[in-house]
């Protein structure tokens, strides 16, 4: 079964400190990753995808195929990350959809 | 940067009434999605598309729901006799590729069920 889980649904830190966003995933075959975020009454946009190794934002995603992990980090936290983040599996072959995760709420508190 | 559009933003529909979603994918993309989120929940995939027919589909897409490309452009989403449950926030998706593309989302369509 495919799955995604983000086990913090909501996370709060100060500008300025790091942030970790976690997620795990179960899929079968070796799917592409992606983050996602979603600003306040905004449409949902493509933050990094793991196949392009960029950074975005400040942000960085390291895939860990052994720990099936797929965590995104920012050293710097600045108030314009607060958004909901969604980690989303895709697999390689075919019109395969992508699975989000319950999100992380991401507040960047000054 | 070229953008999904979809219409109507928000759209308030009696129960059983039948509704139809529009999206306009961008026009090099050959897979679209329809995904929707109910309020405070995940974001959920209801159907996949690609060379004119269904890909794959949820178990939420069942017979109330239907997609289609009428005209090349096009990308709809019909509900024919909505439920209360059928309120949530729908969004069409589109992507040039396969595996490692991703998507383009649109700013969705808010559906309430009254």
């Known amino acids: 079964a495919q799955r995604v889980t983000q086990p913090e649904k909501l996370l709060s830190v100060f500008k300025g400190a790091p942030v970790e966003l976690k997620c795990n995933y179960s899929y079968s075959g070796s799917p592409e990753l992606f983050w996602y975020v979603q600003y306040s009454r905004q449409r949902l946009q493509l933050l990094l995808r793991?196949?392009s190794r960029e950074s975005i934002k400040g942000f960085t995603a390291d895939l860990n195929k052994g720990e099936t992990s797929f965590h995104l980090k920012k050293p710097f936290a600045q108030e314009e990350d607060s958004a909901m983040y969604y980690c989303?599996?895709?697999?390689?072959?075919?019109?395969?959809?992508?699975?989000f995760g319950q999100g992380t709420r991401l507040t960047i508190n000054p | 940067e070229p953008e999904v559009t979809q219409t109507p933003s928000h759209q308030v529909t009696q129960m059983g009434q039948e509704v139809i979603l529009r999206c306009v994918p961008i026009s090099n993309h050959l897979y679209f999605y329809w995904y929707r989120q109910i309020l405070g929940q995940k974001v959920e995939f209801l159907v996949s598309?690609?060379?004119?027919?269904?890909?794959?589909k949820s178990e939420i897409f069942d017979d109330q729901f239907s997609v289609e490309r009428p005209d090349g452009s096009n990308f709809t989403l019909k509900i024919r006799s909505t439920k209360l449950e059928d309120s949530a926030m729908y969004f069409c998706a589109s992507s040039e590729g396969q595996g490692g593309y991703g998507y383009t989302f649109g700013s969705g369509t808010r559906l309430t069920v009254v």
């Open positions: 598309f690609y060379n004119n027919e269904i890909s794959e």
């Open positions: 989303a599996p895709r697999g390689i072959q075919g019109a395969q959809k992508l699975v």
């Open positions: 793991h196949i």
